[in-house]
């Protein structure tokens, strides 16, 4: 389409009231497709379930039918937003859909995903992306000199209005727009796009954030984790590579842009924390990676105990193969309440403290008089397990050792996880035993980086910069302090 051929609702002219607020979220996402099966929309819903841990605060779906594309977004969690008849009034062919957690800032509609780009009132695509931009400000002045704004602050909106400005008013191409953003967008961003005849699905040239490819009988199905795809009784078939570009049609699967020579630096937290143990990411089982976490924790440890007590659930393998490696017993001495969402994604500070009163429980008269060890995926802020520390302590227990399966997060991720201001981490201006003192508890021990590394396979194609500060793809922009999608 020519110059001018462009009617850019949902975006509207800029307002400079507006663009401050496009730096107000930082979040990590799942993302889920499916291409070519009548109940697409129904098996794209079952994806996002499976994949409710990585986002509770939203969720949407976009669905392909006769000609076009629609969308629902709404508040909460999938269970409750995306009923059986909601989700057969979306029915077709194909579907994206997206969960979402805000770190920071009000949770709003218009934040959802995915977003829709519509050209002369009609949508041409739905978007939905997993992932941070670490160029919003150029990104922003781009869209500011096209006379365009968008309607919330998630960068997933700002990656949609530059591929169909870039596709539909430049001239490119949806499939030229896509290949040009994977080449100017900087920061993490694994997404999915829906088009009324197609899905993509593309990611950066880092790789930072997963996104699978699976199959059903004849359906394909796309993933940030490969849960979804057991949850389908589907099977894991490759992931799509950093830098690449997928389309699925009525033709099948086509590899349009699979890039060599690429050096990737996926997120090593994945394996840490956000990703569940049943999943595969980046070519890797979660549980397995956690277990040689656990056993490399435990390499060199003295520290006597009575008791190893993981903080479920992402610690379980952890705490098991760290158990077994010391041959200290291993109890599940906290109870937690799976009704309660994770309190390192509530939406602000005061809910994150609520909920870890609520979330976990010790077990009665247990840890009366003991030694107990402690064992966590990592620690970020440090609220949540100063808070246990003391409740262990309320309960008696004599010596509260801490044992954390990843090194010290001392620097801002800038990637998509929730780390936004380095002053907030725990240990990012203190030591070890500072660190302790200030949890409460008698000792703390971290992985260390060279005992993370040999926990995964490939160690050199992982991002440390939480760690060691070194940032891959470059820091934020200047005045680009908080983003999101």
């Known amino acids: 389409m020519g110059q001018g051929a462009h009617a850019p609702c949902p975006f509207f002219p800029l307002s400079p009231f507006v663009l401050p607020l496009l730096l107000y979220f930082l979040l990590m996402c799942g993302v889920a497709g499916v291409f070519g099966d009548e109940q697409a929309v129904t098996l794209c819903g079952e994806a996002l379930f499976a994949q409710q841990h990585r986002g509770q ?19 909460g969690l999938v269970r409750d937003a995306l009923t059986p008849d909601l989700l057969a009034s979306l029915a077709g ?173 996926h997120c090593i937290f994945e394996h840490i924390y956000f990703a569940r143990p049943d999943s595969r990411v980046f070519g890797q089982r979660v549980f397995e990676v956690r277990r040689r976490i656990g056993e490399e924790l435990a390499r060199g440890d003295t520290v006597e105990a009575d008791a190893v007590v993981p903080i479920p659930d992402s610690a379980n393998y952890i705490g098991l193969s760290y158990a077994e490696a010391r041959g200290i017993p291993l109890v599940l ?50 609220t949540t397990i100063r808070k246990l520390v003391r409740m262990l302590r309320e309960n008696g227990a004599r010596e509260v050792h801490l044992r954390i399966g990843s090194p010290p997060i001392r620097f801002s991720c800038y990637y998509g996880i929730d780390t936004p201001v380095r002053e ?43 760690f060691t500060g070194q940032y891959p793809a470059g820091e934020k922009e200047e005045g680009d302090t908080v983003a999101g999608g």
């Open 93 to 265: 062919w194909a579907a994206i859909g997206h969960v979402r957690y805000p770190t920071q800032g009000a949770a709003t509609l218009e934040n959802a995903q995915p977003h829709l780009f519509l050209e002369e009132g009609a949508p041409r695509f739905a978007l939905a992306s997993n992932g941070d931009l670490t160029n919003l400000p150029t990104l922003r002045t781009l869209l500011e000199a096209r006379g365009l704004r968008l309607q919330g602050t998630n960068d997933g909106e700002v990656i949609a209005a530059c591929i169909g400005l870039w596709a539909f008013e430049d001239g490119l191409g949806l499939e030229g727009a896509i290949l040009r953003w994977i080449g100017e967008g900087r920061g993490a961003f694994s997404a999915v796009l829906l088009t009324p005849d197609a899905l993509y699905a593309f990611r950066d040239p880092h790789g930072f954030r997963p996104l699978g490819v699976g199959i059903r009988e004849n359906a394909f199905l796309l993933a940030s984790e490969s849960v979804a795809f057991d949850v389908l009784r589907g099977r894991f078939l490759e992931e799509v590579p950093p830098g690449g570009l997928y389309r699925f049609d009525r033709q099948g699967l086509h590899r349009l842009h699979v890039p060599s020579g690429v050096q990737t630096h």
């Open 57 to 75: 605060d939203s969720c949407g779906i976009a669905s392909a039918q006769e000609g076009t594309v629609v969308r629902h977004r709404a508040m």
């Open 333 to 382: 001495g906290l109870v937690r309440n799976h009704y309660i969402g994770r309190s390192f994604i509530a939406p602000d500070q005061v809910m994150r403290d609520d909920a870890v009163r609520l979330k976990f429980n010790p077990l009665p008269g247990f840890f009366e008089g003991k030694r107990v060890i402690l064992v966590d995926d990592s620690i970020v802020r440090g």
């Open 424 to 466: 907030r981490l725990a240990a990012a201006f203190k030591s070890p035993s500072e660190v302790a003192l200030s949890l409460g508890a008698d000792s703390l021990r971290y992985l260390s980086l060279e005992g993370l590394r040999r926990a995964v396979e490939s160690p050199g194609a992982f991002c440390y910069a939480c």
